[in-house]
């Protein structure tokens, strides 16, 4: 350990100097040479391994380790981000997970979301079968106890062999060492099986609680646990807050137990425990049921949710009665080795097809599915409805919505339609189009959908898109102002703006997501032929330019009056205040859908070049702390969304040749380069981070997701095939590819000359095959001419 450790003091040295010593041109070409991805060259062949084999889910559960790529987070007393993913088992969009909790989020609530596992935690707190997007808030927990056992939210925590734990696309496996017991997990679309071997003990117990909100817990007969918890959200608890846990044989003894609020003495007497007991309501209200075994002997649990108990037993009945583990096992990995066929990838290291498969397991994570076609859901208002077509949750637009939604529709258009059903019904539910988080995201679903053929009724969810952007009722905050004034005002805050300040505006970072929002939204207008609404969205979607500050050379906050807010440091993170966990630096590259006019207010695509160059060599000196920001490269921040595309930014200032090597060093240094090789640069976002380097990693980007293109980077496999949904395979062949020869030096598609850093959807639907021809210097003419740059709003398709 201390060798390694001294290995990557010495790297981080090593860069650092580099950093400091090299021009910002050079700095990105030479260390690009040195830390970009290592593929293999292509003469060496790839073992014949299956894609689903060679991924690992706990890939994104560890944080990045060298302090020079995680700028000055954390905050003193809480854990470093990480991807927050989750190594459960599950399958593709899955109903269900079946999952380990090494964290006690009914105590702490430490990150972004209420992540249930992190890689570095030593102790085990239980095991959650459903009934919640993110494991930590799942319900009930389901721990194996050999011995004595201790009522949560305290836990019986058990030590756990990092050596024994094993996962795989719908499997995992761990040894619990202070209880000798094996645990393993593997799932079906609704219910979570697990499997618990037990040594030779008269105590082999398994404790079942709610969470700290607590409800009801029922034990049924000598075999069931039933229970309903309370405090359940539809949006976060799709698949119900009732449960029902069936163990494959029946239990020698059995109680039930709660906690106490009523005592405010503490110690003795803060939990109610009971022998016999059924029933039980209260805060983490549970039951333990407790087994004789022999060395060896195994104990089944399967897990259902639904939205009442019948539903719940409906799910459990309706997935079978079969307790054979390894069945189930095979059939999760077989959805997922059905997937994972559709994108083949020659050349590479292992560890980058690792991270490739692995990072595309976790591209799945959302959105969930909620009701297969013909199964009965419960609606926003709780009405149960038989389902006409295949129903999913919500799709977090402002981290998704970027990316993943885009390798969706190559991979999986008719999900992509369900997908947009879903959200159209919701819309008629609740009267305006869902939204996530931040900006109004959901036109870059559709908008992107129809110009990659996506058959849909688009005149009908048009009607909801324009609502939510006219109505200022509806979910975009502060849209009267942004409609009467071109722009959103902030208020600047009497305490310092740095994280964690969260009470503002994010004027800026808003004022950029709608006009962003609204390009999208006058194409579908003038896809419908309302020219009028087309015009005003077009106008609209200039309105990045008021927030535009020239003195300074970056988007700046106003006051309500129109002034500039001051003073004003581009390299300090904001979370409310002007920028949304961003600073000016990220937040500077955010209008993917006008870059030719962000260069033109830069001052052209010189002046361009040389602010993207700083962007990416600036040190991070930043005073205040962001728990987003980690990941870095200068200024640059690649675990948080805000700039996310701005390595692929170059394409249309004439010097793709730099993207080439910025992607190769994100895919090498920001992605598994800790002491696990599982470390990501920040949160996944239910899979947004994920399907960055999936994206990139297979050579191309999509800076717009809202319009049909596709920006060039590097790949890093030799050969990629991508099924795509419509039968056709589109091919992406780097010849001469290696680490070192990371540039493309010319390029064919369907072996015509290609001289542009880009391609478009129309030229890959029918199958296509792109040829590029690599090497180790970067061809510097290649995708150069202006005529040759990306398609942007300031300048007219030809």
Not at 753 to 781: C, Q, R, Y
Request: with cysteine; proline share 7%; net charge negative.
């Amino acid at each position: 350990m201390n060798s390694l450790l001294a290995h990557l003091r010495r790297r981080a040295s090593t860069l650092c100097k580099r950093h400091a010593a090299i021009a910002i041109a050079l700095t990105i070409f030479a260390l690009g040479n040195i830390c970009v991805g290592r593929a293999q060259n292509s003469n060496s062949p790839s073992p014949a391994v299956s894609a689903v084999d060679e991924a690992n889910p706990l890939v994104g559960t560890a944080p990045l380790d060298q302090q020079i790529l995680i700028g000055n987070a954390p905050p003193p007393g809480e854990p470093l981000y990480s991807g927050m993913t989750s190594p459960g088992a599950s399958l593709p969009q899955s109903s269900t997970e079946a999952a380990p909790v090494n964290v006690n989020a009914d105590l702490s609530y430490p990150t972004g979301v209420a992540a249930s596992y992190n890689y570095g935690r030593p102790t085990m707190i239980g095991f959650t079968g459903g009934g919640s997007t993110y494991g930590a808030r799942a319900a009930p927990m389901i721990m194996p106890v050999v011995g004595d056992w201790t009522m949560p939210p305290d836990y019986a925590q058990s030590y756990y062999d990092k050596a024994s734990e094993k996962a795989s696309p719908g499997y995992y496996a761990v040894d619990l060492a202070a209880f000798h017991t094996r645990v393993e997990l593997t799932a079906t679309q609704w219910t979570s099986l697990m499997r618990f071997t037990f040594p030779a003990s008269h105590r082999s117990n398994v404790v079942v609680n709610l969470r700290r909100a607590g409800g009801n817990v029922e034990v049924i007969g000598d075999r069931t646990i039933r229970g309903v918890a309370e405090g359940a959200r539809a949006e976060r608890d799709s698949d119900g807050s009732w449960f029902v846990a069936e163990f494959s044989r029946p239990f020698a003894s059995f109680g039930t137990f709660r906690a106490n609020h009523d005592d405010k003495g503490g110690g003795f007497g803060d939990e109610d425990v009971q022998t016999g007991r059924r029933t039980v309501s209260g805060s983490y209200a549970g039951a333990y049921v407790t087994f004789d075994t022999q060395a060896g002997e195994q104990v089944l649990v399967r897990v259902a949710h639904g939205h009442s108990a019948d539903e719940a037993e409906q799910r459990l009945r309706a997935e079978g009665t079969n307790w054979d583990f390894e069945r189930v096992h095979a059939q999760a990995r077989a959805a997922w080795a059905k997937l994972f066929d559709r994108v083949e990838v020659n050349g590479g290291t292992p560890k980058q097809r690792m991270l490739f498969y692995s990072t595309l397991y976790h591209s799945f994570a959302s959105p969930r599915l909620v009701a297969r076609k013909g199964a009965r859901f419960a609606d926003a208002d709780g009405r149960v409805q038989v389902a006409d077509y295949d129903h999913y949750g919500p799709v977090p637009f402002w981290d998704t919505g970027r990316n993943q939604i885009t390798l969706l529709m190559l991979l999986e258009p008719n999900v992509v339609q369900d997908i947009m059903r879903s959200e159209l019904d919701r819309a008629r539910e609740r009267g305006y189009m869902y939204t996530s988080f931040h900006g109004d995201h959901a036109v870059f679903l559709y908008d992107g959908a129809w110009q990659r053929g996506i058959p849909f009724d688009y005149a009908a969810v048009y009607t909801y898109l324009r609502k939510n952007a006219t109505d200022p009722s509806g979910p975009r905050n502060y849209l009267a102002e942004y409609m009467k004034n071109g722009w959103i005002s902030d208020i600047v805050p009497p305490e310092n703006p740095s994280p964690p300040y969260a009470g503002g505006k994010a004027g800026v970072a808003t004022t950029l997501e709608y006009a962003w929002d609204d390009h999208a939204l006058a194409d579908v207008a003038r896809r419908l032929g309302k020219t009028e609404d087309a015009e005003m969205f077009l106008r609209r979607a200039a309105n990045y330019h008021n927030v535009f500050d020239p003195s300074v050379g970056f988007f700046r906050g106003r006051t309500m009056d129109g002034k500039w807010i001051s003073p004003f440091d581009p390299g300090e993170p904001y979370y409310n205040f002007m920028m949304k966990e961003a600073s000016g630096w990220s937040t500077l590259w955010l209008v993917p859908h006008d870059v030719q006019g962000l260069i033109e207010l830069l001052g052209g695509r010189a002046a361009f070049n040389a602010k993207l160059d700083a962007f990416f060599s600036t040190p991070y000196l930043a005073k205040g702390i962001c728990r987003d920001c980690t990941g870095m490269i200068g200024e640059y921040v690649q675990g948080n969304q805000p700039d996310q595309q701005a390595a692929y930014l170059y394409a249309w200032s004439g010097q793709p040749w730099k993207t080439q090597a910025l992607t190769r060093r994100i895919l090498a240094d920001l992605y598994g380069s800790d002491a696990s090789g599982y470390g990501f640069p920040g949160m996944d976002d239910q899979g947004s981070t994920s399907s960055w380097y999936v994206l990139s990693a297979m050579g191309f980007y999509p800076v717009d997701p809202s319009s049909p293109d596709y920006i060039l980077g590097s790949p890093i496999f030799d050969r990629v095939r991508l099924h795509l949904g419509n039968g056709k395979i589109f091919e992406i062949v780097a010849r001469n590819n290696s680490a070192q020869n990371m540039y493309i030096q010319s390029a064919t598609l369907n072996g015509k000359p290609w001289t542009k850093p880009w391609f478009s959807h129309a030229d890959i639907a029918n199958g296509a095959t792109l040829v590029l021809t690599m090497g180790p210097e970067p061809n510097k003419a290649w995708g150069a001419d202006p005529r040759d740059a990306p398609p942007s709003m300031s300048v007219d398709r030809q």
